[in-house]
Structure formats: structure tokens, C-alpha cells
């Protein structure tokens, strides 16, 4: 079958890629990668995407996210148009969904082992975690201002799953501004510098010198990682529980 597909999300669209699903990819979003040999029109962001930009794909399915798009409005532009808005909250969430997805596409098969990729993943970070503590974890997507990873998102539950307590949660919303002084009052003993779009530095690991008693700094916990580990899900998800538990458990 012919679909027409728009991603408002780079999850999704990558998500599509792996099911096989590239050429049917007729717009993304202004933050999604450009399928191999195939480079749709951009349509904005994922929070504004340009609905009459939309509406002239003539596309039959749009997918998105709940905490991002009014289906209403979506559907007032598409009529017809198939609309999946998908909830991931917590790791949990990732298989099931992504499946049900596929499903509409006749792919379910495709993302059968999703669930299996997952699962062995996280076992791997519970042998890794081997009956310690959690340990104190401060994830940054951004300097300047400096923004870290809060909680009730994706990727606070991924830290939480690797092993790590969430210390930015305390801040209160999902993604929490602060100067460097004010997160390090709350001791952490891992740092991840998981820069999304703007990737982070050897320069930005130097600015943490001059905290020296606290414990990512003294143990040179400060680890510069891939930001869409963290933040994009569906097969990425095994691999970033793998990557982002041993940076945590790293000695």
C-alpha cells in the first residue's frame, strides 16, 4: 500500500526508517533526520508545525505525540487522515506503542523484537547495578542557559533504568533552568553532558573544575554523550539503556 506519511517527532520518524517504511515519508519535522535517499519537506517544528504546509502533502497518516499536538487541530486540517498520537512516558511504554503502531502499517512483525531488545537490555543494567545504590545523577541538554533533564519525561525514567536518581527532579518541571551553582548544590556523583541539538564539549567538561569537592568532579564523572540517547526512543532504546548504564557505573 501507498502510504503518506507525516513525522512530527524524529522518534517516529526514525521509527518508520527501521520498519522499512522510508519512502512512504512524505514530511518531518524540522528536527528529524533526513531518511536515507529520501528528503521530504520540512514542516516545522514538532510544537508549531506549519499546518497548511501539512495539508497540502495531502498526507493519510500523521504521526505525533500527546504532549506536543491537539488531535483536533490535526484532524481539522486532515479530515480523512489517520492520526496517532502516542504517549511514551517511561521506557515501559516504548514497545507496546511502537507495535501498535507498526500494526497500522501491516509492519508489526517488523517491530516484533523491539520488545526482546528492550528487556535484555535492561537486564544488563540491573547485573551492572549489582545490588548498589542508585547513584546521583544530574543529565544536562543545554548550557547557557543550563538545562537539565527534570522529571515525569522519557528520558528521566531512562536514567532512572540505568541505575541513576534523578537529583534535577527536585527542581520541579521536566526540564529545569539553573546556574551550574545552584544544580551542584545537590551533590552529584554522575554528570552526562547530553547536548540535543548542540553537542557539548571538552571546554563545557572544564567549567565543572571549580567544583572540586563534589563527587562527578572528584571521581571525573563528566561524561560528554550522544543527547538523542536520551531522548529519541523505539530501537535506539536498548542501545542508550546499554550506553547510558555504563556511563552511571562507570568507576
Do not use: K
Request: proline share 7%; charged share 15%; aromatic share 6%.
Amino acid at each position: 500500500m501507498n502510504y503518506r506519511i507525516v513525522s512530527l517527532v524524529p522518534s517516529l520518524t526514525a521509527f518508520m526508517v527501521a520498519i522499512g517504511l522510508s519512502d512512504h515519508l512524505v514530511g518531518i519535522s524540522d528536527f528529524c533526520a533526513a531518511p536515507p535517499g529520501n528528503e521530504p519537506p520540512r514542516i516545522g517544528g514538532s510544537r508549531n508545525p506549519d499546518l497548511s504546509a501539512i495539508a497540502a502533502l495531502a498526507p493519510d497518516h500523521i504521526l505525533a505525540t500527546r504532549q506536543e499536538c491537539s488531535a483536533a487541530e490535526l484532524q481539522a486540517l486532515a479530515p480523512n487522515c489517520m492520526i496517532s498520537l502516542l504517549d511514551i512516558r517511561c521506557v515501559a511504554d516504548v514497545a507496546p506503542q511502537l507495535t501498535t503502531l507498526a500494526a497500522q502499517f501491516g509492519a508489526a512483525d517488523r517491530a516484533s523484537q523491539l520488545g526482546n531488545q528492550i528487556a535484555a537490555a535492561q537486564a544488563t543494567a540491573v547485573a551492572a547495578m549489582a545490588g548498589r545504590p542508585p547513584r546521583r545523577v544530574l543529565a544536562f541538554s543545554s548550557r547557557e542557559p543550563w538545562i537539565a533533564i527534570g522529571g515525569e519525561s522519557y528520558a528521566a525514567d531512562l536514567l532512572g533504568v540505568c541505575g541513576g536518581l534523578n537529583i534535577a527532579e527536585r527542581l520541579g518541571p521536566r526540564m529545569p533552568r539553573a546556574g551550574l551553582d545552584v544544580f551542584m548544590q545537590y551533590t552529584p556523583q554522575v554528570i552526562l553532558l547530553a547536548g540535543r541539538p548542540d553537542p557539548f564539549s571538552i571546554t563545557d567538561q572544564a567549567r565543572f573544575r571549580r567544583f572540586g569537592d563534589v563527587a562527578a568532579v572528584l571521581a571525573r564523572r563528566i561524561h560528554i554523550c550522544d543527547g538523542t540517547l536520551l531522548f529519541e526512543y523505539g530501537f535506539r532504546t536498548a542501545e542508550a539503556i546499554r550506553n547510558i548504564s555504563s556511563l552511571i557505573w562507570r568507576t
